[in-house]
């Protein structure tokens, strides 16, 4: 193919999860895009459910269609005491990918600025005035680039910022007898033993001999498949479940870490999602703050645009604003990077006590300074506040 034959876009999106679909559908509810060029490209081509996503609201969401499952009640657990927490004024929400990725697709094949394919992104070279992105098979111009493919050495060859995982599998299991609860999601259940890490089960109950089963840990390393498996199983055996049938397995690793990734922005190219850093550092919740995030994206380019100033050409550099959040999220990950069996004590001692809503609120990142020292109270002083030191000092 020559230059002659590269097709240009306006909006090239490398990397089709949930940032970028979420940001292309919001900017098809805007109005404001009908006369773009948008590329997706992806070398998935997004038609299997291979993941879940979770996340509490209290108001009625552009997603509220594709909800699977909702839950006002939540268990929290650990060796020493078990607590129920009601929720109310938020519900907390499964959605499948699926489900999700149906829901867009099917709003964006109606649009005929906006085309999906199915090919792997290889190189994405930024030049003064466009962005060339190449794939094994054809090569693209756009003005702007959003890229969500997430580059591991990023985060991981450096050591100023601590890398933690959350890494799980999950089994979707029908048994043969009565045993969950499907009004109540079991939030986290540190009972399991810790082997000097932060390990939980998860439990999202669809009816009474149904669930999603996951075990999952906040730590550097990842386990042999079979160890996650055999927890599993243990954990079926402590409820009372000897016969169950496996639906369906997930498994994944979502980065946990608080390095600049929008420091790799430039005029042209900006990260998003988890390579973005829009991953919530300290729980690894994506779906709430990728809502967040997209809708500001949406905002910032339609604003650029509009803009007598910027309207022939802005940079995406500055699109990222730091928060408080974000240093809250360094502390706890300072301490659980040097003291990962620390993470059983620090939830449980928020849970034992604190207000389930306010601590939603904290950690969906809305809440007001009063209300976060409320929140961090609650936590063990000491290793916070060496954290604080190790933070301020280094």
């Known amino acids: 193919m020559n230059s002659s034959q590269i097709k240009h876009f306006d909006y090239i999106f490398t990397g089709t999860g949930l940032a970028s679909l979420m940001t292309v559908y919001k900017m098809i509810l805007s109005g404001k895009f009908s006369d773009k060029s948008i590329l997706l490209l992806d070398q998935d081509s997004k038609k299997n459910n291979d993941r879940t996503w979770c996340f ?9 269609l594709i909800i699977y499952k909702k839950w006002d009640s939540a268990l929290f657990a650990d060796q020493n005491f078990k607590r129920q927490l009601a929720l109310k004024p938020y519900q907390y929400n499964q959605i499948r990918s699926l489900d999700f990725y149906n829901f867009v697709f099917e709003t964006l094949s109606k649009h005929q600025n906006i085309v999906f394919l199915n090919e792997k992104v290889t190189d994405i070279n930024e030049l003064e005035t466009h962005v060339f992105v190449g794939t094994e098979e054809n090569r693209y111009t756009c003005n702007y680039l959003f890229n969500s493919i997430y580059t591991k050495t990023f985060a991981e060859s450096q050591t100023k910022y601590p890398v933690l995982q959350q890494h799980f ?57 079979e160890e996650y498996e055999n927890e599993i199983k243990t954990y079926l055996k402590k409820l009372g479940i000897e016969h169950y049938e496996i639906l369906e397995k997930e498994q994944g690793s979502i980065p946990m870490t608080c390095y600049p990734f929008w420091k790799k922005n430039t005029k042209r190219v900006l990260n998003i999602g988890t390579a973005g850093g829009w991953t919530k550092a300290s729980t690894g919740y994506t779906f709430k703050n990728s809502d967040k995030k997209s809708s500001e ?9 509009a803009s007598p100033e910027t309207s022939g050409s802005f940079s995406m550099t500055s699109f990222h604003k730091k928060s408080k959040f974000w240093f809250y999220d360094l502390l706890l990950l300072d301490i659980l990077h040097r003291h990962n069996e620390l993470g059983s004590t620090i939830f449980s001692s928020l849970f034992k006590k604190g207000n389930p809503a306010l601590i939603f609120k904290f950690l969906d990142e809305e809440t007001n300074l009063t209300e976060d020292l409320q929140v961090i109270s609650k936590c063990p002083k000491v290793p916070f506040i060496k954290a604080l030191f190790r933070v301020l000092f280094r």
């Open 56 to 64: 509490w609201a209290k108001e009625e969401t552009v997603w509220n």
């Open 169 to 225: 599998t999950g089994w979707f299991v029908k048994t043969t007898v009565e045993v969950f609860n499907p009004e109540q999601a079991t939030f986290m259940d540190f009972s399991v033993e810790q082997k000097g890490n932060t390990r939980f089960m998860y439990v999202l109950p669809t009816s009474k001999t149904e669930a999603l089963v996951e075990y999952t840990l906040f730590s550097e390393n990842l386990l042999p498949k």
């Open 297 to 305: 994206l949406v905002k910032f380019i339609r604003d650029k645009s």
